[in-house]
């Protein structure tokens, strides 16, 4: 299945269903083949070898889409850089997305997680067009071989 998010409204309710892609690497090879330039969010890791990674971020592209984002996150060259800071060289990252076009369901993902999350940012904001906002993640069955190989 397509890394894609899905959305149900019911009675001021909005129930989201995120299908995450597999973790890749983020590296600038991997991000160019393998991550699409449309919107979406994203969640990006630390990874120090054995079976967990630790999340370090989580965030929207939309302008310029999640590849340009991504690239912005790693690539000194890139056109498109993230607060004029990168990621640390000497770590490994891993990186997961979901497509998703609409900037408000975006805002209301990303307001669901840092209420749920303490280390998220507690001034996020949401559309208001939802009284409740649930969330429900789905997971790919398996790890990539890219993931494994790069241990």
């Given at each position: 299945m397509e890394p894609s998010v899905s959305k149900l409204t019911r009675k001021g309710s909005a129930y989201f269903s995120i299908h995450w892609s597999r973790l890749l690497p983020l590296e600038k090879d991997v991000v160019i083949r393998k991550v699409p330039s449309t919107a979406g969010i994203y969640e990006v890791y630390r990874y120090e070898g054995g079976p967990t990674a630790q999340i370090i971020g989580r965030s929207r592209a939309y302008y310029g889409g999640l590849r340009n984002t991504m690239r912005g996150l790693i690539d000194p060259i890139s056109p498109y850089p993230l607060n004029g800071e990168l990621l640390p060289a000497n770590e490994q990252h891993l990186v997961r997305y979901a497509l998703i076009e609409s900037s408000d369901d975006m805002n209301d993902i990303l307001f669901f997680f840092a209420g749920r999350d303490c280390h998220e940012d507690p001034e996020q904001e949401h559309s208001g067009k939802y009284?409740?906002?649930?969330?429900?993640?789905i997971l790919p069955e398996s790890i990539p071989n890219e993931v494994?190989?790069?241990q």
């Open positions: 009284q409740y906002i649930y969330v429900k993640e494994t190989a790069a």
